[in-house]
Nanobody, 117 residues
Framework: QVQLVESGGGLVQPGGSLRLSCAAP????????MGWYRQAPGKQRDLVAT???????NYADSVKGRFTISRDNAKTTVYLQMNSLKPEDTAVYFC???????????WGQGTQVTVSS
């Protein structure tokens, strides 16, 4: 059983910042792309950002310029730095490793991010 351990969610005011962390086993982290997805109440789970082992990144249009995904190879951890947060960023954020629908397709437990005044 592969465990992705997330941390860093919470309540923040509009315009504020949060950083999410996701620690992964080295055997997964060093081979497969990592990413963050989010799911708001009553909505589907959507891509936020992904990063490959070569640090190629991809972002949803809604977060470009505000969010930054990065990875620390020594700590086998992927981060999501979220700046200029908006109420519409409120969701449960999930860490992902591997490829959607493939054999290597792992999810974290999710961490709540709430942006509200």
């Amino acid at each position: 059983q592969v465990q992705l351990v997330e941390s860093g969610g919470g309540l923040v005011q509009p315009g504020g910042s949060l950083r999410l962390s996701c620690a992964a086993p080295r055997g997964i982290f060093s081979i497969y792309p990592m990413g963050w997805y989010r799911q708001a109440p009553g909505k589907q789970r959507d891509l936020v950002a992904t990063i490959t082992v070569r640090d190629n990144t991809n972002y949803a249009d809604s977060v470009k310029g505000r969010f930054t995904i990065s990875r620390d190879n020594a700590k086998t951890t992927v981060y999501l730095q979220m700046n200029s947060l908006k109420p519409e960023d409120t969701a449960v954020y999930f860490c992902h490793a591997g490829y959607l629908g493939a054999r290597v397709n792992y999810w974290g437990q999710g961490t709540q991010v709430t942006v509200s005044s």
